[in-house]
């Protein structure tokens, strides 16, 4: 008794919901008729339901190598992209603290000369950076019509990130200490303004080091003693500080809102 085949193709891959006479045959009851074998074979080869499945092979074996194309070139992108806020980080801390201002008073691409000091730090970093080349080049091509990483809004985006890092870090250094102090002042900005500002001084642990630290200045309209010991309590839940059971000095100026023994903070 000769043993019956089957397709491989019809069964294994696409031959599931074929459902004609000649099909089932090669996909469910298996093919043993050897004494017109050779002519069964050709008509089904012939078949619609085959040459459906077998195109459906070929697209398959077409298709496939595409999709780790694609994860290698979305993993590329990331890294590039990572490379880009990289090197624009560390445009942000160079000029963070030295005080210089990141926009200029025109920023068009076609302007020859100074650009604001962001992008043409970011124009001397491109010509040693491929990706930060890349990046300019589509800006300057495409226009507005995309997301740029240079726009003042992604420039005080990157402002706020850092910000938002440091603030962390002096919460987990004061957390570690558990103690500390605070020290209050205020001050007129140039426009006649009132700013208030917070430093909290705490010695580390594990090298005896004091360290001040500005962790927040607000505007404050009013400076009475209430409203600077509100605007302290809310200084302090945003820094997820316990200064109930973890201050044990206070500092401020001769001003009676601030030291005084009924109304001050």
Known sequence: CALPILCWVCLVLFGINLNSMSSIAWTKKGFSTWKNGSMCIKSHECSEDHITSSIKVKTRKTCLPLLPLLENKNKMEIAQNRQIVSDLINVTIFLAPHNMAFCGHRENWSRKHSKGNFKDLVLLMAQHSSSLQQLVEFIKSSGKKEVSFLSWRRQNTLIE?????????????????????????????????????FIVRYVCKTTGVVNERLIAMHESPYTSGVELFNLFKEVMAKNNLDWINNLIGQSYDGAANMRGEYKGV
Request: include cysteine; charged fraction near 20%.
């Open 161 to 197: 990130c850092i910000s938002n890092n440091i603030a962390l870090t002096i919460q987990e250094a004061i957390k570690t200490c558990e103690v500390f102090s605070i020290s209050i002042d205020s001050t007129f900005d140039s426009a006649r303004k009132e700013q208030v500002s």
